[in-house]
Each structure stands twice: as C-alpha cells, then as structure tokens.
C-alpha cells in the first residue's frame, strides 16, 4: 500500500479513536473533509477495509458503524457489547463461544469464514444509574 493508503488509514483511526461513539462511513468522512474537502467515500471505505482487515477497526454490522479496536488481537473475533442508551462499545474475548458455534455451523455442512457477535443492551453505567447508582 502506498503511502497515500497509508496516511488515510492512520487519519480514519484517529478519528474513530477520538471519538466517543461509534461512528459511520460518512460521519468519519465529515469529520476529514474540513481538511480534505475533495475526499470520496470510497476513500474511507478503502481505509475502513483496511483497518478492519487488521483488526484494528471493528464493524458493528447491526448499526452499519466503526470502532477501534480496544485490544490488540489481530483480527480474531470478538464479542462486542453496544449500549442502546449511550452508544458505548465494549469488546470481550470468548474464544470457547466462537469454537462452539464453529462446531453448530459445521454440523450443517457450513464453514464459518468470520464469526460476527453484537450483543445489544444496557451497560452497567446506563443500568446503575436508573437504579440511583
């Protein structure tokens, strides 16, 4: 990749990482288009791919959004759970729930390519706080 490729990578990241709340494609774009203001999309979705290819970006496929990565596992899946309240993101390892669902997969002749999970709900700061917390 050139070093264009590179620097586009490197500004979508920091935006996603100053960021409080998972962002879009084009929310990322309006974000770098004061500084760039002939930029394309598909600028952004080449650096998104990218990045997610990487494991330093996750999709979350439910809301069509962005979000750095909180750990450093090169691209292994991850359970993400997405606060419907506040917007926030957390990332869990679960190794043993991505085998088992290999497995179920497999038993219909299905092979997992990449697992996706989202759980969505309240995280505990949203949840503490309705009860005075």
């Given at each position: 990749m050139g070093a264009r490729g590179e620097q586009m990578q490197a500004d979508v990241l920091s935006v996603l990482q100053r960021s409080s709340r998972p962002l879009s494609a084009y929310g990322i774009l309006a974000e770098l288009r004061p500084e760039r203001p002939k930029l394309a999309p598909q600028a952004i979705y080449r650096a998104l791919g990218a990045l997610c290819g990487k494991g330093q970006v996750h999709r979350l496929e439910t809301k069509n959004t962005?979000?750095?990565s909180q750990t450093d596992r090169d691209g292994r899946s991850t359970v993400l759970s997405i606060c419907d309240d506040c917007g926030t993101v957390?990332?869990?390892?679960?190794?043993e729930v991505f085998d088992d669902l290999s497995v179920v997969a497999e038993q219909s002749g299905f092979v997992a390519k990449r697992h996706v999970v989202e759980i969505i709900g309240r995280c505990g700061d949203c949840t503490g706080s309705e009860h005075g917390a």
């Open positions: 962005y979000v750095p957390s990332e869990s390892a679960a190794p």
